[in-house]
């Protein structure tokens, strides 16, 4: 029994539509794909990612600024300087980007700075960090957590709703079991429950689900097989340097040939595959990447 007003497939008729930029929308017929590093490194990195990534192509770019890291120690983000990076990728190519808010105090300047806001993971909780973006005019991301049952995912993602902002998508990424192979448990039972229980469009992050890039690909085929909305994958121009999360990311060429391999398991549910990129490449690089 969910407990949800707002949040619940029986608050309206429709579904909702998520819009992030003029072309790019979650909960359409589209599979949005949002690609990218764990870690904003550097604008030179960010020019590979996204010219590199037109062609796969995906509609968004992912890079975290404010890393929500296991140990004090390792690196924690690049801050506002990562901000501005994202900043020029997203006016130089006219890309939608997302990147992670993790207090309050981070908010203003970034809603400034990106076109969706990520809570991840270990926020799904902070009730007030919920409702504070409940206030703001952008689109939120909303992780589930990393033991959070559907009951609390869909309640954090209520908060959210309850103080005023309806553009909410959710993002399955794995949950915690006894098993520690993979990094985490990739719950496609719960993609399929929540895309009944609620209107909001879901998406899935096998990256942080299964932590190893070997594995990524098969779980990105099965999410767009059962019914989501789109994909959020961790990728990188040298995988192996990435300063976090080097196991799971893609290279950049494994992405784009992961892109081309979805299109006919879209079609096969009903769905599309764009061949737009949200990347236009018209535009001149800031930095020439090779
Ligand atoms: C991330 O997307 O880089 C991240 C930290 O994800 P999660 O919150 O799902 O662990
Ligand atoms: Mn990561």
Known sequence: MIHAQLAAQSHTSHK????????????????????????????????????????????????????????????????????????????????????????????????????MLQVG???????????????????????????????????????????????????ERGIRSFDNYTRNVLDLGAVAALKQITHLPVIVDPSHAVGKRELVAPMAKAAVACGADGLIIECHPEPEQSVSDARQALSLEDMVNLVASLKPLATAVGRNISELSGVNLKSAPIFCAA
Do not use: W
């Not at 995906?58 to 890079?63: C, S, T």
């Not at 689109?139 to 908060?159: D, N, W």
């Open 16 to 115: 909702t539509i998520v819009k992030i930029s003029e072309t790019v929308s979650f909960g359409g017929e589209e599979i949005v794909i949002i690609g990218g590093p764990c870690t904003v490194e550097s604008l030179e990195q960010m020019e590979t990612v996204a010219q590199k990534l037109a062609a796969a192509p995906v509609q968004a770019l992912r890079g975290g600024v404010y890393k929500p890291r296991t140990s004090p120690y390792a690196f924690q983000g690049m801050g506002e300087d990562g901000l501005e990076i994202l900043a020029a990728v997203r006016s130089r190519y006219n890309v939608p980007v997302v990147t992670e808010v993790m207090s309050i105090a981070q908010i203003d300047i970034v809603a400034a700075h990106a076109d």
């Open 121 to 171: 993971s270990r926020n799904m909780q902070n009730f007030d960090l919920l409702k504070a973006l409940g206030q703001v005019n952008k689109p939120i991301l909303l992780k589930r957590g990393l033991a959070a049952t559907i009951e609390e995912f869909v309640m954090a993602a209520e908060y959210i709703l309850s103080h005023g902002n309806p553009h909410v998508v959710l993002c």
